[in-house]
Structure formats: C-alpha cells, structure tokens
C-alpha cells in the first residue's frame, strides 16, 4: 500500500487520520525509518511502524493528535532532553528505540461554486490552487455530502439564486456565500423567508460574498471571496470535529507497556481475572510469580 497515496484519498474525501513516520532508530527494533502507518480515529492501523511495544503508545498519542490537532514527536525507549520531544519509556527486552513523527492530517475543504460565471469559474480555480476541492455546479442543485469544513457559493448572475442558497441552507454546510449586489441580496433574502427559511439559517449566508476589496472584475470578485474563505478557515471556521474512538487498552503488569485488549495476543487469567500482555516473555514472567507483579 502507498501510504501518502491513501492519506490524500481519505483526507481528499473528508476524514481525518493520523500519519505516523518512523524518523530514526537505535538497536534491534522492527520499526525501519521512513516506516509509516495510518491511524485511523477508532485506532485501527493501517501500514507498519513497530512491534507489540511501540503499537499501543503510538496509537493513543495519534489519537491525542487527532483530538487537538497538533502534531508530536514520540521518542520510545531513550531519554531525550529535547524541548517538545514526548518520551515514551518502553520495557520490551529487544533493548530497541526509535522516533516517530506523528502528524494530524485533517480534511481537505471542498468548495461547490454554483453557476456558470466567468467569477465561478475563477473562484474554482484559485480555490484549487490553494489546496481546496473545488468544483462548479451549472443547474439548480442539492449539493449532496457536505459538511462543516465545507463552502457553497452561489453565482448563477441571477438565475436560480434563490434555490440554489435553499438547497445550501438544508445541510451543516460551513461557508455559504452569495455573489450578488446588496440590493439583489436583500431581495434573495425576502424570497428565503417567504419560503419559511428559518432566521437562524439566512443570518449564515455571507452576501454579498467576499471582502470589501473595492472589486469590480470577475477576477477580483473571485480574490475577494477567497480572502474571505481563508480568512474563514484561518479563524476556525469549517474545522472538521473528528471523533476518537479509542480502542481499549489494558496495562501489562510485567513492564507497564499499554496493550490493546482487542488485538492481545497474550493472555492469562488469575483468579478470574484476565490481564494482557505485550510478548510471551511478560506472560511468562507473570505466570511464574502472579504475586510479584500484583503487589
């Protein structure tokens, strides 16, 4: 599987993932620099990084990631003084340590431009030279599958305005914007609450749509209303809410390492209770001596 190739299909379809990169190694670790995996939001793996020890560590720290959108750098098995580093102590007997860069990669935004103007048809393409998923819709639409992050514009010059910002207005769409003059506006907005659009929904459409640039070309029109829309992600509107579902995880009680309870290869029970370990050594070490490691 190429990594990067899948990252851009999921997040070019709007979820978010993890990317974790192994960036340097020490000793014998199964983790191999430039190793990556995707985690995804319920912490389920894709691609590689490392055995039993490291995978439980990464995960939750990915997750953490996905959660606040920062990325970290995770040094497993070594002391590191370096400010921002987080240290992760490992105890598995390989004696390997290694480095993993753990990035957030979230969403990429879409922008449905609606209508057939010379300004849609700017607006499309910078948006896509920007990094947004930009398309153009020439009829009187539903856009379907938008979300939050997400940004219509409306510039039909006209001609099914008004429908065209309903549609918009009946999902959780992020940006919804109207290219018109203020007085065209102020008539599209009376035709919305004659239809019995509610109050609360009119007040999100940006009309007219863009900055005050003082524009007057289509091409500037459509760099107003691109200011706006970066300005409106830059802000924090249209942040994509991700929502971590964690896999459950148990301590193992010889070396402390987290242990994924559903993937748990090693598992004993003593006295009705079950405890889960990261390799066969910990599960033999706590079979000989239960007491010692429950103490």
């Known amino acids: 599987m190429d990594v990067l190739a899948e990252v851009a299909r999921l997040t070019g379809e709007g979820r978010a993932v993890a990317l ?4 340097w190694r020490q000793g014998f670790t199964s983790g191999k620099p430039g190793a990556r995996a995707i985690i995804h939001p319920d912490g389920r793996v894709e691609g590689w990084l490392g055995g039993a020890c490291a995978r439980a560590s990464v995960i939750r720290h990915a997750l953490e990631a996905l959660a606040d959108g920062e990325p970290r750098l995770l040094v497993l098995g070594v002391a590191d003084s370096r400010p921002g580093v987080i240290q992760v102590e490992m105890a598995c007997s390989s004696e390997g340590a290694m480095e993993v860069y753990v990035e957030p990669m979230v969403p990429v935004p879409r922008l449905v431009v609606v209508g057939s103007t010379p300004a849609a048809a700017t607006l499309a393409d910078l948006a896509s030279r920007v990094g947004w998923r ?23 010059q006209g001609h099914f305005d008004e429908t065209a910002l309903e549609a918009a207005l009946r999902g959780p769409v992020g940006y919804v914007g109207l290219v018109a003059s203020s007085k065209r506006a102020a008539e599209v907005m009376g035709w919305l609450r004659n239809r019995g659009v509610q109050e609360e ?51 193992d009680p010889v070396c402390h390492m987290e242990v994924e309870i559903a993937t748990a290869r090693w598992v004993s029970e003593h006295e009705g209770k079950k405890y889960y370990f990261c390799a066969p050594g910990c599960q033999r070490s706590f079979e000989a001596d239960p007491a010692k490691y429950l103490g």
Do not use: F, K, Q
């Open 20 to 23: 974790a990169t192994v960036t």
């Open 134 to 156: 930009s398309e153009i819709i020439d009829d009187d639409p539903e856009p379907e599958g938008l979300g939050p992050v997400d940004a219509v514009v409306v510039a039909t």
């Open 201 to 251: 929904a009119i007040i999100r459409v940006r009309a007219p749509a863009g900055l005050d640039l003082g524009a007057t070309t289509h091409e500037e029109i459509a760099v107003s209303i691109l200011a706006e829309l970066v300005a409106w992600r830059a802000g924090g509107g249209g942040r994509a809410v991700t929502t971590i579902n964690p896999p459950e995880v148990a301590m």
